[in-house]
Nanobody
Framework: QVYLVESGGGSVQAGGSLRLSCAVS???????MAWFRQGSGKELEGVAV????????YYADSVKGRFTASQDNAKNTLYLQMNSLKPEDTGMYYC?????????????????????WGHGTQVTVSS
């Protein structure tokens, strides 16, 4: 069984920072891992993706330069460092995983690319 558990969400003022974590268990293969978010009344949006083998990353334009995805393969954990947060970053953040393929890390992640999902962690940014 594959499990993904997010943590690190919270409430912060605009301009602040948060670091999300996603602990992965039951998945020993080279992985494509991503962060998605969903604001109130909005569709699920791909934020960042990282190839666990190559380290290639891709970011949505809305977060480029502010968010950084990284991984600790020894701990089987994915991170999302979020800086210069804006109110529009508010939402539920989910991590997702799938077997890595050549497209991972060179395009914005789409929900259909991922079979495994966490339950999410809430991020609230106040102005």
């Amino acid at each position: 069984q594959v499990y993904l558990v997010e943590s690190g969400g919270g409430s912060v003022q605009a301009g602040g920072s948060l670091r999300l974590s996603c602990a992965v268990s039951g998945f020993a293969y080279s992985k494509c891992m991503a962060w998605f978010r969903q604001g109130s009344g909005k569709e699920l949006e791909g934020v960042a993706v990282i190839h666990s083998g190559t380290g290639f990353t891709y970011y949505a334009d809305s977060v480029k330069g502010r968010f950084t995805a990284s991984q600790d393969n020894a701990k089987n954990t994915l991170y999302l460092q979020m800086n210069s947060l804006k109110p529009e970053d508010t939402g539920m953040y989910y991590c997702a995983a799938n077997l890595a393929d050549p497209s991972c890390g060179n395009q914005n992640p789409k929900t259909y690319m991922f079979a495994y999902w966490g339950h999410g962690t809430q991020v609230t940014v106040s102005s």
